[in-house]
């Protein structure tokens, strides 16, 4: 089976995915990826590898609360929510990245 | 706030961490399966989709190590592994681990010891309310003033307030029908509403009172058997009652500090007393501004009750802290920066020993394990995980002996405590394991570990690892050379310390045979103390004295008895006059002792008359005095003095009627002293009556009946006999601290210097078990085997004990101080027993390992080739 080529996230981009995505509600880590993927037409792809070291960092850093529910298959799973905290987070990161993007875009246009 | 919670997460899952790392398996699990599921749907068997997901997911081990990562402290994990790791390190090398702790423990036990003692006697902590505002006042250069002075500064109210206190007077106590003189303190009756004493129950002495006491928790205890109902009990002190208001505890300090313990404090009595002053200051007052405030009260105090011969009060003020080094004069500092720096120096020494010990352990550690580190290395370990990782290892092993050493100090501190010294003043010290000393401890840990440690560690590290895969045991020469060198210093430096500790011995010896020119296996001293308020008579006195007197004399076994003002080598009293003689010359302002003493002191004390008589009782009329050689040879000069006349100062003449011999009046080591006697009788005495008496058979089995004979003279005074030969306790009191303390600490070095010497031979036998068995395979004999290894002994001891002998040449010279006449500090006697002592204390260290050589097996040496 051969994967599609996928663009390397941007370096710092994964927090600020995974917070956006979490903004609808709680979602479990499988699921965090699975939107991700989705949302960004197949373009975006987390590393599993990567995927749990950031969930659990963030919530050591406080933005997510991890509790144990039933997935919608009937299994035992971790849900991730977000906390007030990681909203704060989510808008901070946000603006930062919209004013890099339009200057990014400002650029690649006039120059 | 958010680094709090952070770091409260991380603590959280250093508790929990088997059920993180379960959870996190769960998860990633979970994921795969949702994967396969995935794949499942679009047409994979379950086997193969499994095998994808897990393909895709990539390896798990790597990726909940990372997750873990988030959430550790990774150097405390570490460690705390390292930690776990050196633990069982040391359960399966327990002899390493002994041995070591052992090092340490004595090393930092010795040093904590003085510590507390150092500080104990030399920063006082007064027990108190805030010390930091209580001062001490002297004015006109003398530490004590009268009583009227301070009711005048106390009234002036230059500051919070103002107490005074006499801490060296004594009392009579009857209890039952005995007296028993007690040790107080006189204090003013605001004394304890100034300071805020803390009591262990009870209340201070109120103000206004005259009849209350306090009582000092050792007196409550020994005497009173801690009984719980003693608040109001009366005491029966110089006839008359007192009434128990409180108790202080047991950690109590004085105000005056090295660990200077009265029995009582009770209120000022009588308006002569003389009073060491302490005030109160205001927060913001500063001791200069103080200093200015009385010097303008004394000025009016000057104005309006002169002192006379011209004294001033205004003289010299001095306003000072009570607290640690500030309770001492600017002219003591200096001597005990000294002696504190003496004390340190020599502890550190001892600490030196220790340490090299421990690192010396550690590098033989490290050189045998330099196989396991090479593994390591090779295998990826970073270098600086391998050094924190035999760091830990020191680490432990200082955390284990300063946490004996601790135990150790506590339980010498509390036995101190338990001891009162015999001196004259009662000294008692208050020794608590304090917050400096735990700061200090863990100090001496740190550089411990940092000592012991990082050389080694560095050591294990630097050869690289394919160097040691390769080349074995073979190349470890400049470890041996660097043990042995730590060896042969260790040995220097314990022959310095013994040097000194001999010295101090040999001079406890000298000073103990030392003749203090009167007899002392034959008299006894009775000191008998009568109650001032009944003698203030001064005739009634001299007849009780001369009663007794007749009466003693009277007793079977008594050859003679007399009466002095101060007993030679316990109390003295030292005078400076101008003197002329009438031989013509010029007068001399001559320092001498100064005594007053009954007829026949001298016969009964041992003490030959050389020229002239002793004095008689019909001597009360005139003026004689009894000189010693030595005042006589300064006054009179190569002329018998006995029938000329002199002058002290502008008194009446003197009239020499005998020449005695010198003897000792301050202490054994003393240079000849010139002394002067007076008659007993026809001058104020003070109430403290000394009575010597010489008996004709063991002095012992005499004082239960002297004791009783005076008892019955006055049934309010307190008496208390003992053989003079025991009563030299003060005399000899530098040489026994002296040789005490060093000549421990020489043992202790010793002791620490033959466990590293055993060490590093043993060491050596073992690592070269392969050579020896090639020797013995190829024919060597028992005694060509047992000379390689005492020869490698031999010479350590000697490098060491050379060059520890010419440090200890230069080192022991500022301690000629301390030494008696004719003890030099470069001894030969002492440092010959330095040499023969670390010969034999070689012998013995080399003996097992040498044992240890002839046992080795050529057959299974050889096999390791």
């Known amino acids: 089976m051969t994967q599609p080529e996928t663009p390397q996230l941007l370096p710092g981009t994964l927090y600020m995915l995974i917070l956006r995505t979490l903004r609808g509600g709680p979602l479990h880590g499988y699921a965090i990826a699975r939107r991700i993927k989705d949302t960004s037409a197949e373009v975006l792809a987390v590393e599993e590898g990567s995927l749990y070291p950031a969930l659990n960092r963030m919530v050591v850093k406080?933005?997510?609360?991890?509790e144990w529910g039933t997935s919608e298959n009937n299994r035992k799973a971790r849900f991730y929510r977000l906390t007030a905290e990681g909203r704060r987070q989510l808008a901070e990161e946000a603006g930062e990245f919209n004013r890099l993007v339009d200057a990014i875009r400002l650029v690649m246009k006039t120059a | 706030m958010a680094l709090w919670r952070e770091v409260a997460h991380r603590f959280s899952y250093l508790?929990?961490?088997?059920?993180?790392?379960?959870?996190?398996?769960?998860?990633?699990?979970?994921?795969?399966?949702?994967?396969?599921?995935?794949?499942?749907?679009?047409?994979?068997?379950?086997?193969?989709?499994?095998?994808?997901?897990?393909?895709?997911?990539?390896?798990?081990?790597?990726?909940?190590?990372?997750?873990?990562?988030?959430?550790?402290?990774?150097?405390l994990e570490e460690l705390l592994s390292d930690l776990r790791y050196a633990a069982r390190a040391f359960r399966r090398n327990p002899a390493f681990a002994f041995t070591g702790i052992l090092c340490l423990t004595l090393g930092i036990g010795a040093n904590t010891l003085l510590?507390?003692?150092t500080t104990g006697l030399l920063f006082n902590q007064p027990s108190s309310r805030d010390a930091a505002t209580l001062a001490a006042i002297r004015i006109g250069g003398n530490s004590h003033a009268p009583v009227s002075d301070y009711r005048f500064l106390r009234e002036a109210k230059l500051f919070d307030d103002l107490a005074g206190i006499n801490p060296e007077s004594q009392m009579n106590w009857r209890n039952g029908d005995q007296n028993r003189s007690l040790w107080t303190t006189t204090v003013t009756?605001?004394?304890?509403?100034?300071?805020?004493?803390?009591?262990?129950?009870?209340?201070?002495i109120a103000e206004g009172e005259k009849d209350t006491v306090v009582l000092s928790n050792g007196l409550w205890r020994t005497r009173l058997g801690s009984d719980p109902a003693v608040l109001g009990r009366s005491l029966l002190l110089d006839g008359r009652h007192f009434t128990v208001v409180g108790v202080l505890p047991d950690n109590h300090r004085t105000i005056i500090g090295i660990g200077f313990s009265p029995d009582l404090y009770v209120p000022v009595q009588k308006d002569d007393d003389m009073l060491m002053l302490y005030s109160r200051l205001p927060r913001d007052m500063s001791l200069a501004q103080a200093r200015s405030r009385l010097q303008g009260a004394c000025r009016e105090l000057d104005r309006l009750h002169p002192a006379g011969g011209g004294w001033k009060r205004t003289n010299e003020i001095s306003v000072s802290g009570v607290t640690g080094i500030e309770a001492f004069g600017r002219e003591m500092l200096m001597p005990i920066y000294a002696f504190f720096a003496m004390v340190m120096f020599v502890a550190g020494l001892v600490l030196l020993i220790a340490c090299a010990n421990v690192a010396s352990l550690l590098l033989a550690r490290a050189s045998s394990r330099s196989q396991e580190l090479a593994i390591r290395l090779s295998l990826g370990a970073r270098r600086s995980r391998i050094v924190r990782h035999l760091l830990a290892e020191s680490l432990l092993l200082a955390a284990l002996g300063t946490a004996a050493g601790l135990l150790i100090d506590i339980a010498g501190s509390a036995m101190l405590g338990r001891y009162r010294l015999p001196l004259p003043v009662p000294i008692q010290l208050v020794i608590e394991p304090d917050v400096p000393l735990l700061i200090y401890s863990i100090c001496l840990a740190l550089i411990t570990v940092l000592a012991a440690g990082l050389l080694p560690a560095f050591k294990a590290v630097r050869g690289g690892a394919s160097a040691t895969l390769k080349q074995d045991e073979h190349q470890t020469g400049r470890v041996w050379n660097l043990r042995a060198a730590l060896v042969g210093g260790q040995i220097a430096v314990s022959v310095v310390l013994l040097a000194t500790g001999f010295l101090f011995l040999h001079n406890l010896i000298r000073a103990t045979t030392m003749n203090p020119g009167f007899d002392v296996d034959r008299t006894l001293w009775a000191s008998m103390r009568l109650v001032p308020e009944s003698y203030k008579d001064q005739r009634k006195q001299e007849l009780l004295v001369q009663s007794a007197l007749e009466r003693l004399e009277s007793l079977p076994g008594v050859e003679s008895a007399t009466a002095a003002r101060s007993v030679p080598l316990n109390d003295s009293i030292m005078r400076g006059e101008d003197m002329r003689t009438d031989v013509g010359k010029q007068s001399r302002n001559t320092m001498f002792q100064y005594n007053r003493v009954s007829p026949g002191y001298f016969r009964t004390m041992g003490i030959p008359i050389l020229h002239g008589r002793e004095f008689a009782y019909a001597d009360g009329q005139g003026s004689p005095v009894i000189l010693n050689q030595a005042f006589a040879a300064l006054a009179f000069g190569t002329v018998d003095p006995v029938g000329h006349t002199m002058w002290a100062g502008n008194n009446a003449p003197l009239l020499v009627v005998g020449v005695v011999k010198n003897s000792k009046y301050l202490t054994l080591g003393e240079r000849d002293r010139p002394a002067l006697y007076e008659p007993y009788f026809g001058a104020a005495e003070p109430v403290n009556v000394n009575f010597l008496i010489r008996s004709a058979a063991s002095p012992a089995s005499l004082a239960r009946t002297v004791n009783a004979t005076l008892m019955q003279l006055d049934g309010s005074a307190a008496v208390e006999t003992k053989p003079m030969s025991g009563a030299l306790g003060l005399a000899l009191l530098p040489s026994r601290a002296g040789a005490a303390m060093l000549g421990s600490i020489g043992i202790l070095g010793l002791v620490l210097a033959s466990i590293g010497l055993y060490g590093i031979l043993l060491y050596a036998v073992v690592r070269r078990t392969r050579e020896i068995g090639l020797r013995v395979a190829l024919g060597a004999t028992p005694a060509q085997v047992i000379r390689l290894v005492f020869g490698q002994s031999l010479g350590m001891v000697a490098a060491g004990t050379a060059a520890g002998l010419a440090l200890a040449w230069l080192a022991t010279r500022p301690l000629a101080l301390f030494l008696v006449p004719g003890l030099s500090p470069a001894d030969p006697v002492s440092f010959a027993a330095v040499v023969g002592v670390l010969g034999a204390v070689s012998v013995v260290a080399a003996a097992a390992p040498a044992i240890r050589a002839l046992r080795v097996d050529p057959m299974v040496a050889l096999r390791y080739e």
């Open chain 2, 189 to 204: 009756s605001n004394f304890f509403t100034m300071t805020g004493v803390p009591l262990a129950f009870g209340r201070g």
């Open chain 1, 62 to 66: 406080g933005w997510l609360k991890a």
């Open chain 2, 115 to 117: 510590f507390s003692i």
């Open chain 2, 15 to 75: 508790l929990g961490r088997g059920r993180f790392d379960r959870q996190l398996q769960d998860e990633m699990r979970f994921h795969v399966e949702c994967r396969a599921d995935e794949l499942e749907q679009s047409g994979m068997s379950r086997k193969d989709a499994l095998a994808a997901a897990r393909r895709e997911f990539g390896s798990p081990a790597r990726a909940s190590e990372d997750a873990r990562d988030a959430w550790q402290f990774r150097w």
